[in-house]
């Protein structure tokens, strides 16, 4: 290298093969006499990083180039240097030499973009791509001695480019013939496209659906919910499935579903949405009625005072009305599903599940009572009615139920059933009363009658055996007059039982008549007792008369309340046995009443026998009623008379100890 060839310093490989070229064989000859221009030229080829190269001389158009051009060479390379350029491109030369040619004939820069070109750099012919310039290098008397070059290869980008609009065609082509909206976004939310379909349906030109523009098409009403979800997807980058209405070209709104898919970068870089949009409006509608169908009923069934649930198709039931949580006290989590078997009695609930199952199987309703457990534990009876819900084909979509609350109702049938009974009953009472009242009336006629026709022959004998004892038919033997005697006792008794019949027939019938005068009780008293002495002494009794005054006088029935005292003395005589005594008094008490009392210290009456002893024909057993007699009918009578004195007879007695009857008259 000569002083003269310090242009070609540097330049990587191709600066040292330049240098080592033996030029001189050249028309250009030993690079010392190189033109400025020239030389100028290549030492900026040389040092620059981008592929450059010139061509010098328009005749020989010899050939140099950098490091940077080696790859656009391929094979060429390193034949290509100082070579002929026509001769390095045969192959596009009819492409590249009307370039060449401007340059060189009009000093007209060249600059072209992507210029597609077929190469045979590697032993084959392929499709490249460049983008350059060609400018002129003028020597220093103006004429053009070169074509300078800087050239850069764009055969990738191009190809890439051609595919992604091949594709993006493709996808047009696909997505306008689509059943569907389809729509995309870019990363700002702004609408870049919309397919045919989307354009058909609003009725919209693409440029006003771009950015904002299709919102116009939204319902009002989705607005809201709309911008919350396009707001969280755009700042969250997350899938989309939601539900709006759009305006149709015909003013309808329709139902569509939007389902966006984020799209992103092979690296990762959100780019925006791509979006499909299907119309499902009449399902959306049905939908919607059912909705509505439910909402009704439910709150219809929030409001009656039944128990009422649903279930679907399965038989799970998944909602209860408020009343059901009201009365089973039981939390919605307890109840879903099958847990209501918890407030059935448990002893029930296989028969309860057994219908409710076939019921599921065979689809038919059904209709059962069965208790429920409420909230205070305890269980009501419910009749419940089960009910499926069809859909237009037939097919079961949920089940309704009601549970009503019959606890009243059978109450009612139980009180009516027992109100039934009480009448039935009081309807036999009231025909035995009617009964007994025919029978007693017959059996006290039968006593009255019986009475008179027993007295008569009674008095008979009593006459004749009289006559008897007197020694009318001649002395008696002391035997036949004991007999006698005896005869005439019995009779009297019975006479005396006969006269008790009588009198009581008489007080029934109501033919006792009270013929009230005024009377002094306490003489009264004082001759049934001096009448009774006899018979005290016999039983070795002490009768006491406690008189408070001389006289009490009252107006009452003579021989009735002889009757009454003869009665209650001779019973205290009769059951209380010898060695005791008896106590009589009369009084007259603050209310201007009159009192008589008798005591006895006899075997007494328990308490139970107390309210009996004043009925008719009641005898009470105790341990002197054998041998004592009785009709039963002294204390009845006894009561009667003092009835029809309105006054009253009371009875105080302790069993063993003794008796005390009182007897309250009106002074
Ligand atoms: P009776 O003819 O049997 O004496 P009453 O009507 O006079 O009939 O009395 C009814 C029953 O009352 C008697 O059978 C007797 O058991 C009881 N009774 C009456 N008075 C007395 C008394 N003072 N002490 C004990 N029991 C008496």
């Known amino acids: 290298m000569t002083e003269n060839s310090g242009f070609m310093t540097g330049g990587g490989d191709m600066g040292a093969m330049m240098r080592a070229h033996d030029w001189s064989a050249s028309s250009l000859g030993d690079p010392e006499t190189w033109p400025e221009s020239l030389r100028t030229s290549l030492s900026i080829m040389l040092n620059s990083s981008f592929p450059m190269f010139v061509w010098w001389d328009e005749k020989s158009l010899i050939n140099f180039y950098n490091d940077e051009y080696k790859v656009i060479l391929g094979n060429k390379h390193p034949d290509a240097l100082g070579q002929s350029a026509k001769k390095v491109w045969t192959e596009i030369w009819s492409d590249i030499e009307p370039l060449k040619k401007q340059v060189f004939t009009d000093g007209t820069p060249v600059y072209m973009k992507d210029l597609r070109l077929m190469l045979n750099r590697y032993g084959y012919?392929?499709?490249?791509?460049?983008?350059?310039?060609?400018?002129?290098?003028?020597?220093?008397?103006?004429?053009?001695?070169?074509?300078?070059?800087?050239?850069?290869?764009?055969?990738?980008?191009?190809?890439?480019?051609?595919?992604?609009?091949?594709?993006?065609?493709?996808?047009?082509?696909?997505?306008?013939?689509?059943?569907?909206?389809?729509?995309?976004?870019?990363?700002?939310?702004?609408?870049?496209?919309?397919?045919?379909?989307?354009l058909e349906y609003t009725g919209k030109k693409l440029e006003d659906m771009k950015g904002m523009g299709w919102l116009s098409t939204l319902h009002p009403d989705?607005?809201?919910?709309?911008?919350?979800?396009?707001?969280?997807?755009?700042?969250?980058?997350?899938?989309?499935?939601?539900?709006?209405?759009?305006?149709?070209?015909?003013?309808?709104?329709?139902?569509?579903?939007?389902?966006?898919?984020?799209?992103?970068?092979?690296?990762?870089?959100?780019?925006?949405?791509?979006?499909?949009?299907?119309?499902?409006?009449?399902?959306?509608?049905?939908?919607?009625?059912?909705?509505?169908?439910?909402?009704?009923?439910?709150?219809?069934?929030?409001?009656?005072?039944?128990?009422?649930?649903?279930?679907?198709?399965?038989?799970?039931?998944?909602?209860?009305?408020?009343?059901?949580?009201?009365?089973?006290?039981?939390?919605?989590?307890?109840?879903?599903?099958?847990?209501?078997?918890?407030?059935?009695?448990?002893?029930?609930?296989?028969?309860?599940?057994?219908?409710?199952?076939?019921?599921?199987?065979?689809?038919?309703?059904?209709?059962?009572?069965?208790?429920?457990?409420?909230?205070?534990?305890?269980?009501?009876?419910?009749?419940?009615?089960?009910?499926?819900?069809?859909?237009?084909?037939?097919?079961?979509?949920?089940?309704?139920?009601?549970?009503?609350?019959?606890?009243?109702?059978?109450?009612?049938?139980?009180?009516?059933?027992?109100?039934?009974?009480?009448?039935?009953?009081?309807?036999?009472?009231?025909?035995?009363?009617?009964?007994?009242?025919?029978?007693?009336?017959?059996?006290?006629?039968?006593?009255?009658?019986?009475?008179?026709?027993?007295?008569?022959?009674?008095?008979?004998?009593?006459?004749?055996?009289?006559?008897?004892?007197?020694?009318?038919?001649?002395?008696?033997?002391?035997?036949?007059?004991?007999?006698?005697?005896?005869?005439?006792?019995?009779?009297?008794?019975?006479?005396?039982?006969?006269?008790?019949?009588?009198?009581?027939?008489?007080?029934?019938?109501?033919?006792?008549?009270?013929?009230?005068?005024?009377?002094?009780?306490?003489?009264?008293?004082?001759?049934?007792?001096?009448?009774?002495?006899?018979?005290?002494?016999?039983?070795?009794?002490?009768i006491i008369f406690k008189k408070f005054t001389e006289t009490i006088v009252a107006n009452a029935d003579e021989e009735r309340m002889r009757m009454v005292i003869e009665n209650l003395v001779d019973n205290a005589s009769k059951y209380t046995p010898p060695y005791k005594t008896i106590t009589v008094d009369v009084s007259v008490v603050k209310e201007g009443k009159l009192r008589i009392k008798i005591q006895d210290e006899g075997v007494g009456i328990s308490a139970s026998d107390k309210k009996k002893i004043f009925e008719k024909f009641v005898r009470i057993d105790n341990p002197l009623s054998d041998v004592v007699g009785g009709s039963g009918l002294g204390l009845y009578l006894v009561k009667r008379i003092v009835d029809l004195h309105d006054g009253s007879i009371e009875v105080s007695s302790t069993p063993k100890k003794g008796s005390v009857f009182t007897i309250t008259l009106p002074v």
């Open 125 to 198: 012919e392929e499709e490249a791509y460049f983008t350059f310039s060609y400018g002129p290098i003028r020597e220093d008397d103006g004429k053009i001695g070169g074509l300078f070059c800087v050239v850069n290869e764009t055969t990738e980008e191009v190809l890439n480019h051609q595919k992604l609009e091949e594709s993006d065609n493709r996808f047009r082509s696909l997505a306008d013939t689509a059943p569907m909206y389809i729509a995309m976004a870019d990363e700002t939310g702004n609408a870049v496209y919309f397919n045919q379909p989307w």
């Open 222 to 542: 989705d607005a809201p919910t709309f911008e919350n979800d396009f707001k969280k997807a755009f700042s969250e980058h997350i899938a989309i499935n939601k539900e709006y209405r759009f305006r149709r070209a015909d003013g309808e709104y329709r139902w569509m579903l939007a389902i966006g898919a984020p799209r992103f970068t092979p690296k990762g870089n959100f780019i925006g949405y791509f979006g499909t949009y299907t119309d499902f409006h009449e399902l959306k509608e049905a939908q919607i009625a059912v909705q509505q169908r439910e909402e009704q009923f439910r709150a219809l069934a929030d409001n009656i005072p039944n128990l009422a649930w649903m279930a679907r198709a399965d038989g799970h039931i998944y909602w209860y009305n408020s009343r059901w949580y009201e009365y089973t006290g039981k939390s919605p989590a307890q109840m879903e599903g099958w847990g209501w078997q918890s407030v059935h009695d448990p002893n029930e609930l296989p028969g309860v599940l057994a219908k409710w199952k076939n019921s599921i199987k065979s689809g038919r309703g059904f209709e059962m009572v069965f208790p429920l457990r409420g909230a205070d534990g305890s269980f009501r009876p419910f009749l419940t009615r089960v009910v499926p819900l069809r859909s237009k084909d037939g097919v079961i979509e949920q089940w309704i139920g009601t549970n009503t609350d019959i606890s009243q109702q059978i109450k009612i049938k139980h009180a009516e059933a027992r109100t039934e009974e009480l009448e039935g009953i009081a309807a036999q009472l009231a025909r035995q009363q009617k009964d007994l009242i025919e029978l007693n009336k017959a059996k006290d006629e039968f006593i009255s009658l019986a009475s008179h026709q027993l007295r008569t022959p009674a008095t008979g004998v009593k006459q004749y055996v009289g006559m008897l004892i007197e020694g009318y038919a001649g002395e008696l033997s002391i035997q036949q007059k004991l007999f006698a005697e005896r005869a005439y006792e019995s009779n009297e008794r019975e006479i005396s039982i006969v006269n008790d019949l009588l009198k009581v027939a008489q007080v029934d019938a109501g033919k006792m008549h009270i013929r009230k005068k005024k009377i002094d009780f306490v003489a009264l008293i004082q001759e049934v007792i001096d009448e009774q002495r006899g018979k005290f002494a016999e039983q070795n009794q002490s």
